[in-house]
């Protein structure tokens, strides 16, 4: 467990230390992302070989400490923020100079990832609404670096932010009045299906969605995401949603009282269905590119959602699997889309998506990275996204549920053509937008990877696979 | 009987308060019947058995949130005339909710489980304090202690993003007779609240508001020049209650026996929260005096 | 016993306008108002709960106390923040 | 020897990948350097698989397998079928890559284009090798990826429309094939690819499902193959450069469809359970009606590339339609034009080509006379229209030939009907042309001459792939009975895939 402690403890010590060093930022910052990549990895070995660790915090009774978890699906989140962490460091560290990212990007970002690092660990609920409030802070912060016109966007991200904690805090103090205990593991199996219970976890989950931004809680997403420096954005869509709908899944999988997980189910599934189908159209409709992947997370993360109401429905584990599948390929994928859109602004100085006209010709790269990450968001062979979704796929046939797979038919279909409304345009050869200056070769590298990395998902999918089954067992 | 009925008055006073703040049509009365509202809500939980948490709401939650908002009205547009659209359906809506929430609270049971209060009561001897808020806070929680530092230095870093360059504080005039006479008084009332807070009521956030209330009185009267972002040494200041913090716990991770995060061995542990809670009142401290006063800008000249 | 009913109902009262004046607040500054409200309803909620044992000759709920304060903080760092956008907000709109 | 065998398969994919991926890095001007790189990757992989060939002859299995999803490595399998795709479009790969050389002589961005070119080739290959259906699913999207780009790769509006309609119906049968190949990954894995098919033992069981799967196999295959109300991209995709319409339509995009409709109903499902589900009829009507309706479009279409490709869209539904008559012989005819068309097809495509690229001729009114001035490309045409009429002895003849007899087999007369219309429709718009081209006195001076080369008619880039395979088409036709014909060689394929019980 000390390898999970230093993968809080050290990006919050290096970013202590940036704030009082700020020279010291940018190596603290790639040293920190390092160190944090290699103990995630070792932290993944050891829960696969020894199964799943914990510790209470102070060394105090479980009912009085908070408990701290690394099971098989926490190591890989760990994992993946802490890599996730690294590469967008490096995007950062070769623009930084030229998008004049503030000085504060080092610290905000280190302690977005203690943040993140603290809540995949954290059992307690209490502890995990203090983890979603700093994540909220910093997420906020990192939108303000933008500077004036990322203002209102940010704080009208921090109000709804604020709103949504608040409903989670008093779905539980509701639990805590009821049960007296914070602890997850301490109180599963002792809801009982009553009507405070309900109120509880309607509340909780309210408070959730509207953090994950799960349609239709989802209108502060597109706003603030896309008024964010690219790297913040990259960071943002990849892990930020991702930590509320992890706590989601964690609550309905471990608290729920057994009565409650169909009409649950029913809910999350209309949702899923919003999300993929409506906001997939939102994100074929917007003007603005970056607003365009901002609605391409907000549909994304409707499989997120189908994953966890067929959860909920059917005890199939091959749902668990398809879920944290989708979780880890839109999170590579989307940090490459913003990223390399992000390069393309910068460098052909356009925000809007018919100005990339041409973009494959001035720069290839960048467009390249996108086309492949789109490739991933659609669920083309052989990635991460396909990965997911043939898992999907398969329960799918298993369950018979043939509306949906028909819904999933569609929903491919429109995030293939949100994706390819830009990467055709980029072909186009008349009047190509002009570089503001000349594209620089680095940094669409480093865009390029992540892409990269979600398409090898797939090549991994028999140990990802075995990791997510051992969490079953 | 008697105290029901003070309840009851309260109750409505409080409702009252609130109601108004968010419907009345002026900004700047719903600021100050919000700082009314805060100050009977200490009122309230210090009959629900918290002094604590009276003397943090009345120092945090109406003195300094208020005085947060006065700022911010200064730099509101001059229509300040504005009405809370009151459409019925919204408000049907809301109070239905709301109508099934209450439903739902009055469910709660009213004997809780005593498992885990009993169990503070047990530990409470090995925690170092004698209060068992004090022993919650730094020692069974301290965690959660650790990452609410964590989100104030956030505000303050993100309070710093949004920095604007006017600073609107001129129309403060305490004279500095006043002040320099304040702040001794002050800074040994927040020794007092902080040593105390091991054993009764009173602790590192309560004396740190206070120590802030003074530090801004002073930085307002244009004393303390050097209490700036910019200066190493106050920053230092700001995150010395997280680095002693984190720096304590790995001390304590590498010398303790049994190797646990945040485990103060039970000899030591009063001089170690001690410690912590100093530093951590240092830290509130200079915290919020700079999310009050800002970044000193060379406009402030004409003040 | 009664005055634990007074204190829920409050709460849950503060908790309605609180999210009212969030969703239909007419100014940003009002609505920051609004969610510290409701905020306040919350940790009412918790304190009274906190009470319950009082009625019955024990000591109050310190984790409870403990978790509000932490909440007090955690909520008043927020508002600081979010004051802090507003004034830039606002200052551009001015400028 | 031996111990390079398994590694084969993922080397003949690599031989022409890495040249590719070398190339997209490459810059604008480094022309000698891309051009050896292309040169050298086609003949290593052509040496490859010529050991392969050798292999497989000799009865050897040459397999590799890479760990992939549950239940599905990644499999490369040389047999007998796969071999056959292999080994046409390596050649034709060949002609294709010396014929783009000398079409895009001069024009920007050719580093980005040879680049998807080489992509493309990996794809189809990888396509043929495919040893599961999960394999061949990977690669048949990959091809998709692959040829967008040189789809849309002029950069004018009319491509980026093409363009963008092409992956609209090529993704669309890209997911329902994926549909498809999870609904039978569901019911029993994917195991490799057997003569014969593996699903018999669940005919019983999951009869409907089943029928779902081949309906959304095939759905998802025909829009590569252009049958009936999927094949609306391809007329359109003719806004290609000559090379990427050439590719498409003889080798990579609906030879794709065909070869997966053919493993589909040989090694997956297996004739015994076709014929035991029912859904052989439907796929031979619906192949019939495209062989005339592509016939009967053709002989509207006044621009040459146009009339080929709704040529192209009648001739790759024989293939179907071969396969779905489940007999011995007619398996034969539709493996033989699998490769016959192609080169045909080919053939006719490079000589559309060099009459654009010579002398500007884009509609058929424009060809009069051109027999005089460009008379070799003129022989390659006619030999190519000939052979797709069917006219002994070219190789059209022969597919068409054992298509006629394998509806004898089944005792489906009609078909025979079927093929005698086509035929004749298919004259009915090549025929007019020939005439034109020898027949007839140019009127109106050339619409846009160039002078490409000193003693030839055009450069000699374009001209002699055309030559190549016109005399591919005349060989394959005389040599038809020899031992290395493809008609020998889908003999054997059928041997082996008819004689598995």
């Not at chain 4, 140019?442 to 395979?469: D, G, N, V, Y």
Request: proline share 5%.
């Amino acid at each position: 467990m000390s390898l999970a402690l230093g993968l809080v403890i050290i990006p919050l010590l290096a970013a202590l230390l940036m704030l009082l060093w700020p020279r010291l930022a940018r190596g603290l910052q790639l040293a920190a992302a390092l160190l944090c990549t290699i103990l995630a990895t070792m932290l993944l070995q050891l829960v696969q070989q020894e199964g799943s660790q914990q510790l209470f915090i102070g060394g105090w009774n479980p009912l009085l400490a908070i408990r701290w978890q690394a099971d098989s699906v926490t190591a890989l989140l760990l994992l993946l923020s802490a890599v996730l962490h690294l590469l967008v460091s490096g995007y950062a560290l070769a623009v930084q100079q030229r998008d004049k990212l503030a000085a504060a990007f080092w610290p905000l970002s280190s302690l977005l990832l203690a943040s993140l690092q603290a809540l995949w660990l954290s059992r307690d609920l209490f502890n995990l609404y203090v983890c979603l409030e700093l994540l909220g802070m910093v997420a906020v912060a990192l939108v303000t670096l933008s500077g004036d016109k990322a203002m209102r966007p940010a704080l009208h991200y921090l109000l709804f932010s604020l709103f949504a904690s608040l409903c989670y805090l008093l779905g539980v103090a509701l639990l805590y009045g009821a049960y007296g205990a914070l602890d997850l593991p301490l109180l599963q199996g002792q809801l009982q299906a009553n009507s405070l219970t309900a109120a509880a976890l309607v509340l909780i989950t309210l408070g959730l969605m509207l953090k994950a931004a799960w349609w239709p809680l989802h209108l502060w997403l597109p706003a603030a995401h896309a008024a964010a420096p690219a790297p913040v954005s990259a960071l943002l869509s990849a892990l930020v949603v991702k930590g509320p709908l992890f706590i989601l899944v964690l609550v309905w999988t471990t608290l729920a009282p057994a009565a409650f997980l169909n009409v649950a189910a029913y809910a999350f599934l209309v949702c899923a269905l919003g999300a993929l189908l409506l906001a997939g159209v939102a994100a074929l409709r917007t003007p603005y590119s970056k607003t365009l992947v901002a609605y391409s997370t907000v549909a994304q993360l409707g499989y997120a959602m189908l994953a966890l109401a067929l959860m909920l429905s059917f005890n199939l584990p091959v749902f668990t699997a398809a879920l944290w599948l989708f979780v880890m390929a839109h999170a590579l994928a989307k940090a490459a889309c913003f990223l390399s859109i992000g390069e393309m602004q910068q460098t052909l100085g356009v925000k809007k998506v018919a100005q990339l006209k041409g973009a494959s010709q001035t720069m290839p790269l960048a467009m390249f990275a996108f086309a492949v990450a789109g490739g991933s968001l659609i669920g083309l062979p052989p990635s991460g996204g396909f990965l997911a979704k043939w898992v999907m796929l398969l329960g799918l046939w298993q369950a018979q549920q043939y509306f949906l797979l028909l819904v999933l038919l569609v929903a491919t279909l429109v995030s293939a053509a949100y994706i390819f409304r830009v990467v055709v345009l980029a072909f186009d050869r008349a009047e190509p937008t002009a570089p503001d200056f000349s594209p620089q070769l680095l940094p669409q590298w480093l865009a390029l990877l992540p892409a990269l990395a979600v398409w090898a998902m797939a090549f991994f999918s028999m140990p990802l696979l075995a990791i997510l089954q051992q969490e079953l067992s | 009987m008697g105290l029901l009925l003070f309840d009851l008055v309260l109750a409505t006073v409080v409702l009252l308060l609130a109601g108004t703040a968010i419907f009345s049509r002026n900004l700047t009365h719903a600021v100050m019947l919000f700082m009314a509202f805060g100050v009977m809500m200490a009122l309230a939980w210090a009959r629900l058995a918290a002094p604590d948490l009276a003397l943090a709401e009345a120092a945090i939650g109406a003195g300094l949130t208020g005085a947060l908002c006065f700022t911010a009205l200064v730099r509101q547009p001059a229509a300040l005339d504005s009405k809370v659209a009151t459409s019925l359906l919204p408000i049907c809506f809301v109070a239905l909710i709301t109508a099934a929430l209450l439903f739902s609270v009055w469910q709660i049971p009213v004997s809780p489980n005593p498992a885990l209060s009993h169990e503070v009561s047990v530990a409470l001897p090995q925690s170092g304090v004698a209060h068992p808020v004090t022993a919650v806070l730094l020692n069974f929680r301290s965690w959660d202690t650790l990452l609410e530092l964590l989100v104030l230095l956030l505000a303050l870093l993100g309070a710093q993003q949004a920095q604007s360059s006017l600073t609107l504080y001129a129309g403060w005039s305490l004279s500095l007779s006043w002040s320099r006479l304040l702040s001794p008084l002050i800074i040994l009332l927040t020794g007092y609240l902080l040593w105390r807070g091991a054993a009764a009521p009173g602790g590192a956030f309560q004396a740190g508001a206070l120590l802030a209330s003074g530090l801004v009185v002073l930085r307002l009267n244009q004393q303390l020049t050097w209490l700036s972002w910019q200066n190493p040494w106050v920053r230092l200041a700001a995150l010395s209650g997280l680095l002693v913090f984190v720096l304590t716990g790995l001390f304590s991770l590498l010398w303790s026996s049994s190797r646990l995060w945040l485990e103060w061995p039970t000899a030591y542990a009063g001089a170690v929260i001690l410690g912590i809670e100093s530093f951590a009142t240092l830290a509130i401290a200079v915290t919020l005096t700079l999310l009050v006063v800002g970044e000193p800008t060379e406009e402030r000249a004409d003040a | 016993m009664l005055s634990l009913y007074v204190y829920f109902t409050l709460a849950t009262l503060l908790i309605g306008f609180g999210a009212y004046g969030v969703w239909r607040g007419p100014e940003l500054l009002r609505r920051i108002l609004a969610l510290n409200i409701m905020g306040a309803g919350i940790f009412l909620l918790m304190v009274t709960l906190a009470y319950r044992p009082v009625l019955q000759g024990e000591p109050a709920d310190s984790v409870l106390h403990a978790l509000v304060l932490t909440g007090l903080v955690v909520a008043v760092s927020a508002t600081a923040f979010a004051l802090a956008l507003l004034g830039r907000i606002l200052q551009k709109g001015k400028a | 020897m031996t111990a390079l065998l398994p590694y084969l398969p993922i080397l003949i994919i690599l031989s022409s990948l890495l040249p590719g991926l070398i190339i997209f890095s490459l810059k604008e001007t480094q022309i000698k350097l891309r051009t050896w790189l292309n040169m050298l990757g086609v003949t290593v992989k052509l040496i490859f698989v010529w050991l392969m060939w050798r292999a497989v002859k000799a009865g050897q299995e040459v397999t590799f397998s890479l760990p992939f999803l549950p239940g599905a490595d990644l499999v490369l399998h040389g047999d007998a079928l796969s071999l056959l795709f292999v080994i046409l479009s390596s050649i034709l790969w060949l002609a294709t890559t010396i014929y783009a050389i000398g079409y895009l002589e001069g024009s920007p961005l050719r580093s980005r284009f040879f680049g998807y070119f080489s992509l493309c080739v990996s794809a189809t290959v990888g396509l043929a090798l495919s040893g599961n259906l999960v394999t061949f699913l990977l690669f048949y999207e990959l091809l998709t990826l692959a040829t967008f780009p040189l789809v849309v790769h002029r950069g004018t509006a009319q491509s980026l429309a093409a363009a963008k309609r092409y992956l609209g119906y090529t993704l669309g049968g890209g997911v329902l094939l994926m549909f498809g190949v999870a609904l039978l990954h569901m019911l029993t894995q994917s195991p490799d690819f057997t003569p014969g098919g593996y699903l018999l033992p669940l005919v019983a069981s999951d009869r409907a499902l089943l029928q779902l799967a081949f309906v959304l196999l095939i759905a998802g295959l025909g829009v590569k193959a252009a049958l009936l109300p999927l094949h609306g991209w391809l007329p359109q995709a003719m806004v290609a450069p000559a090379p990427v319409s050439a590719l498409l339509h003889a080798v990579a995009v609906v030879k794709a469809g065909a070869f997966g409709i053919i493993r589909v109903v040989y090694d997956v499902f297996g004739v015994q359970s076709i014929q035991q589900l029912n859904v052989a009829t439907p796929l031979m009507l619906l192949a019939a009606l495209t062989i005339l309706y592509g016939s009967w479009r053709a002989l509207a279409q006044q621009d040459i590339k146009k009339r080929l490709a709704y040529s192209t869209i009648s001739q790759v539904s024989y293939v179907t339609l071969g396969v779905a008559m489940l007999g011995p012989l007619a398996a034969v005819g539709a493996l033989v034009h699998l490769v016959h068309q192609g080169v045909m097809k080919i053939t006719l495509f490079f000589c559309a080509g060099n009459y654009a690229e010579t002398l500007g001729i884009h509609d058929i009114r424009e060809l009069n006379g051109v027999g005089k001035r460009m008379p070799l490309t003129s022989l390659a045409f006619t030999v190519g229209a000939l052979g797709m009429i069917g006219i002994p002895p070219t190789a059209g003849f022969i597919s068409k030939w054992y298509l006629g007899l394998g509806a004898a087999e089944v005792d489906q007369g009609w078909l025979i009907g079927v093929f005698v219309l086509s035929g004749l429709l298919n004259a009915a718009y090549f025929l007019p042309v020939v005439y034109r081209i020898w027949f007839t006195q140019q009127r109106l001076p050339w619409p846009h001459p160039q002078q490409l080369s000193k003693k030839l008619e055009t450069h000699w880039m374009l001209l002699s792939p055309p030559l190549f395979t016109m005399l591919l088409v005349l060989l394959m036709g005389l040599f038809a009975s020899t031992d290395i014909s493809p008609l020998s060689w889908s003999e054997l394929i059928v041997e082996r895939e008819f004689s598995y019980d």
